[in-house]
Structures are given as C-alpha cells and as structure tokens.
C-alpha cells in the first residue's frame, strides 16, 4: 500500500473528489467536505491535502480555460486515478474490518 | 465585482507557486462573487478576508515545500541588498541632518550622547523606525516573486543580528528596555514597509 491514504482529511477530500466526478475543483470539494463533516475548512487546507494526494498520484488535475468570475484565472480540476480508486477501496476495507464486531451490543451501535 | 485587490495583493505576495497559488486565488474570487450576489458586498468583504487569513499558512507552506538552492541565495541577495541600500539612504540621510544642525548653530555630537534622555531616545526611535520601514518597503520593492517575504527576512535579519550584538557586548551599556524594543523594532519595522509596498502595488497593478 504504498500510496495509501494518511489521515482523515485526506480519505474526506479524496472521497469528495470520487463524488463529485471529473469537474471537481476547490470551491466544490471544500463545499462537500465540509457539508459533509460539519467542519468549515479552508481552500487553503483543501488545496494542501489535493496537492499531497496528487503527490501520491491518487488524484491528478488539469487547468481549465480563464474565466471571468474568477477575475481571469483558471479552475484546477480534480478527477481520482487508478490508484486513488484502489486506494479507496483500500481505505474502505480497512474501515470495514477495524469496525467488524463493533456495535451489535454496546452503545455503538448505529442510531435507527 | 473583483475581490479585495489589496488582500489579493498580499496573498500573491507569499511567494507560493503559481501552479498553487492561482486556482487557489481563482477559488477565492469565485466564492467572493457568489457571496456578493447571495449576502452583499460588506458580508462577502469579511469573508474574503477571513478566508485570506486562513489561507496564508497553506501558501506560505507551498512557498516553504518550492524552495530550492537558487531561491535561497536569491533571498539572500534581496536582503543584503536592501540591507545596503538602506544603510546608504540612512548614512546620506544622517550626514545632512548632520551637515543642516550645524549650519543651525546644533552640535551633531549631541547625537552620540548614552540612551537616557527622553528627547533622544525618542528621536532615535523615530530613525529607527523610519529606516526599519525604508529597509522593509525597498526588500518588497526589489523582490518579484515573494515580497512580503523578503520584507520578513530583513526584518528577522535585522532583529537576529541586534540581539547577537547585544549578547556579545553584554548589553553594552544600554539600558535593559533597549534591547528588549530594537529587535521588536527591527522585526516589526520590515514588514509594515513590506505591506506599505504592497499597497502601492495594489493601487497601481497587480504582481502576476
């Protein structure tokens, strides 16, 4: 698992970026995340955590045309690659095995 | 409506990678525009502020991960310039000063006296001040890429190099204060010229 992820924020935004599809860029994915987990992140902090994953080569990213509403800059867009998929899959094995057992019959339990 | 153009300024200023720094900026613009149509121009002001601030640590780090050899000694280079630069605009300054007390009739031996009277601590840390800003303003003035930056350095320069001194000399027979205020001074000083700079620059144009 050599590019797996590491820490929460990046599995969040990583998983933000598989939802939202190609097209996904700051604005969006900050948006997702933090409707997502009740937490106001920064663009700054989302662009951190994508420029890392994009390190990892789990996410890669082109630059659209200039736009106006963006006073003449480019959106960076966002799409997960082939081995941001496996790590996902990864990441949600991981998280299915660690929680196995949990809840059937303790205060864990999922809310109905 | 554009962003803030002065906050914009200072956030390019950083010294982060374009490749960073623009969709981030762009993200930034974005969010400004949406807000003014949906809250107002005043409530999407503050958030732009507030998201600037939040966003300094993040370019600041992209500046620090890009940093390579020859960024280094082109930081150097900026700080020893203005560094001298400055300390010649200081020199020229003091000698006519000098030169104008004495044709007033002043000794300018006066000026060399300990650090005790309040007229002249006073008037030492208004020099001081003012070439402390000078020094900041002319780093943001000669560096293209990271201004504020640059501004920073000095400043830290400045303010390391004063508390060597004054642990070499033991104080030297300045008062305690003094040597408490002239590296807050020197640090301080940099940055308001380096953020005085920038606002010109947000006046007229822009950095890109």
Known sequence: MANSVSGSLELTVLLAVARLGEGSYGLTIRDDVSERTGHDYSVGAVYTTLQRLEEKRLVSSRISDPMPIRGGRSRREFKVTAAGDRALRDARRVAASVWAGVGANNRLAPAR | MRPPRFAEVLLESLGAESSFREPLLGDLAEGFALRVERDGV????????????????????????????????????????????????????????????SALGFSPRVLAAPLDAA??????????????????????WLDRRAPLVSAVALGLTWSCSALAI????????????????????????????????????????GLR
């Open chain 2, 42 to 101: 005043g409530a999407a002001r503050r958030w732009y502020y507030r998201e600037s601030v939040r966003a300094t640590p993040h370019l600041l780090g992209d500046w620090r991960r890009s940093l390579r050899a020859p960024d280094i000694r082109y930081l150097a280079g900026v700080v020893l310039s203005s560094y001298v630069l400055t300390m010649t605009l200081v020199f020229l300054a003091v000698e006519l000063a000098g030169g104008a007390a």
């Open chain 2, 166 to 205: 004054g642990g070499l000399t033991r104080g030297n027979g300045a008062r305690a204060w003094y040597w408490v205020c002239a590296p807050v001074l020197l640090a301080v000083g940099p940055i308001v010229g380096g953020v005085l700079r920038l606002r010109t620059v947000a006046r007229t144009s």
């Open chain 2, 119 to 140: 007229p002249l601590v006073a008037l030492w840390l208004l020099i001081g001040t003012t070439y402390t800003v000078m020094g900041g303003y002319i780093a943001a």
